[in-house]
């Protein structure tokens, strides 16, 4: 009989289906040194969030098959050492959905209501109706920041509550998007419009203080911000000092950038209705997800496959080895996309001149998409789940071998060719040196390694462009560590693209983009 060690809380409907067919051994508590040395004796590891599985313990782990992860994020598993050693990770993305979704609309209920505000009072011996004064929902205005899995599920919530639901996704089309019953509108757009703004994000570096002050001062007074994704999403300064300055209405957050929520400005706030990070934690969410990690972990001790699987055992080390440059670099064409020109995403091609990778061009599309989706998409995207989230927000995608194929002279390239708003775009890379390259960006020919922090812009070719760039850098203190320029033709339209020792802050790249001839700029980090 199998041996499966859960190491951390999990519903008792989960326990007893693993019962069911192994051996079942629950310690809560172990520490990492008690791990390494029991993990020797289990076929199957079931945890949370707090369980550190690191390469240690993967390497102590000699039976070991299948690691479940009963929730969303992976990042207490070292992937990269189960991978190798062909353990399989499986997570439960979708069992607490519907949870996070109801929660949410709870949150907004509570707030135009203040619900909570009027039971303290209450309880403290207060009747006064008028300060509890609230407003209705019906007709008001929705905007969702976000629109995966659990957008979705909040948007099909609201509608039932007669709400006009609006959303800003950068890789959801309008055509998908009113599908749902929901209109797509530009980013400020929805800020600026909407009477309750939601957001459905993942904490990615890239999203860091997307609600900052600029943000919330497009919103209106009236209107009221509500997060329960990442802690990280909302500039939490900025927010109290619209908050009491009148500025906003009021905001729900049952996540935070620092946890737990200690001596925070926020907690003195009678705008502001707060939740522990429960916005998951439901009896029937709890069921559900350790429902799916336990079938899951069984399916693999049986030598099927699972659902929602993580990584990539089903490559022997070999293959994965001659594989993994082209993958990495079909991942970083698509983040480089993602951050220059990705709204409204409608298809995805990925060609290949690499008879190694050729052999999977199913990983190499997948890999493609995990670049484009993972910074946009609230639930992990990896190179197993990545083909659903694009079907599922309406992206087209196909891989193709061209042997005969050109990209400039170079060999083994890999080349994105994508749909965006209607407009064709295309990035070509290479693996030169054992590193990828950037070798083409639609049309424009250059090379350089795809990795670091990039500034990238496209600009009418003017003299002495490349000096002031580097003026209003060097002012700013930003170390520039090489430069690539492609062109068509003299005096025509170009792609500049610059390595950058730091990031560039807001109000630097607001410069960098008022400089003559400057179309357009952004800041790429691969």
Same mark, same amino acid.
Not at 379 to 402: D, H, K, M, S, T
Not at 407 to 424: F, H, K, M, N
């Given at each position: 009989m199998y041996r499966i060690l859960v190491t951390e809380p999990l519903a008792e409907e989960g326990v007893q289906l693993l019962r069911r067919q192994a051996q079942v051994d629950v310690r809560l508590g172990l520490s990492a040194q008690e791990l390494v040395v029991v993990i020797g004796a289990y076929d199957g590891l079931v945890v949370r969030s707090s369980t550190q599985v690191t390469e240690e313990v993967i390497a102590a782990a000699a039976r070991l098959r299948v690691i479940g992860r009963a929730g969303t994020g992976v990042d207490n598993i070292d992937l990269p050492a189960a991978t190798r050693k062909g353990i399989v990770v499986v997570n439960a993305p979708y069992g607490n959905t519907v949870a996070v979704a109801e929660h949410t609309l709870a949150m907004l209920l509570a707030l135009v209501r203040r619900i909570p505000f009027a039971d303290a009072a209450l309880r403290q011996g207060h009747w006064d109706k008028g300060c509890y004064q609230g407003v209705q929902v019906r007709g008001k205005v929705l905007g969702l920041i976000g629109l995966g899995r659990v957008g979705t599920a909040v948007a099909r919530r609201a509608l039932g509550l007669e709400m006009k639901v609006i959303a800003y996704d950068p890789f959801v089309t309008p055509e998908r998007a009113a599908q749902l019953g929901v209109q797509w509108v530009p980013f400020d757009d929805l800020l600026?419009?909407?009477?309750?703004?939601?957001?459905?994000?993942?904490?990615?570096?890239?999203?860091?203080?997307?609600?900052?002050?600029?943000?919330?001062?497009?919103?209106?007074?009236?209107?009221? /911000?509500?997060?329960?994704?990442?802690?990280?999403?909302?500039?939490?300064? @900025?927010?109290?000092? !619209?908050? %009491?300055? *009148?500025?906003?209405?009021?905001?729900?957050?049952?996540?935070?950038?620092?946890?737990?929520?200690?001596?925070?400005?926020?907690l003195r706030s009678d705008r502001v209705i707060l939740t522990p990070h429960v916005a998951g934690s439901t009896v029937e969410a709890q069921r559900d997800t350790a429902l799916e990690v336990a079938e899951q972990v069984l399916e693999v001790l049986a030598g099927r496959m699972p659902r929602y699987p993580v990584n990539a055992p089903a490559l022997a080390g070999e293959e994965l080895e001659r594989l993994q440059p082209y993958l990495d670099l079909a991942q970083r064409l698509g983040s480089f996309y993602a951050q220059w020109q990705a709204d409204h995403l409608q298809s995805l091609e990925v060609a290949c001149g690499s008879e190694v990778a050729r052999q999977r061009m199913d990983l190499?599309?997948?890999?493609?998409?995990?670049?484009? /989706?993972?910074?946009?998409?609230?639930?992990?995207?990896?190179?197993?789940? @990545?083909?659903?989230? !694009?079907? %599922?927000? *309406?992206?087209?995608?196909?891989?193709?071998?061209?042997?005969?194929?050109?990209?400039?002279?170079?060999?083994?390239?890999?080349?994105?060719?994508?749909?965006?708003?209607?407009?064709?775009?295309?990035?070509?890379?290479?693996?030169?040196?054992?590193?990828?390259?950037?070798?083409?960006?639609?049309?424009?020919?250059?090379?350089?390694?795809?990795?670091?922090?990039?500034?990238v812009s496209e600009h009418i070719e003017q003299p002495g462009i490349l000096g002031r760039m580097g003026t209003v850098l060097g002012n700013a203190g930003i170390n520039i560590h090489f430069v690539q320029v492609g062109r068509r033709e003299r005096g025509g339209p170009g792609v500049l693209v610059l390595g950058l020792d730091d990031p560039l802050p807001p109000e630097v790249l607001e410069q960098v983009m008022a400089l003559p001839s400057i179309r357009s700029a952004w800041m790429v980090r691969l």
């Open positions: 600026r419009s909407a009477d309750f703004v939601s957001l459905h994000l993942p904490g990615h570096e890239q999203n860091r203080g997307l609600i900052g002050a600029r943000e919330l001062a497009l919103m209106k007074p009236t209107a009221y /911000l509500i997060n329960c994704a990442r802690g990280n999403l909302v500039d939490e300064g @900025a927010l109290c000092q !619209a908050l %009491e300055e *009148g500025r906003l209405a009021g905001a729900a957050l049952d996540v935070f950038a620092q946890e737990p929520l200690l001596n925070s400005r926020l190499l599309v997948s890999a493609a998409l995990v670049g484009l /989706l993972a910074r946009s998409s609230e639930e992990a995207v990896n190179w197993v789940n @990545a083909p659903l989230v !694009a079907q %599922e927000r *309406g992206i087209a995608f196909a891989g193709q071998y061209e042997p005969l194929g050109s990209a400039g002279g170079w060999s083994d390239w890999v080349e994105l060719r994508l749909c965006s708003a209607g407009q064709r775009h295309t990035i070509t890379g290479a693996v030169l040196r054992g590193e990828p390259h950037i070798v083409q960006i639609d049309g424009y020919w250059l090379d350089f390694v795809a990795r670091g922090l990039l500034l």
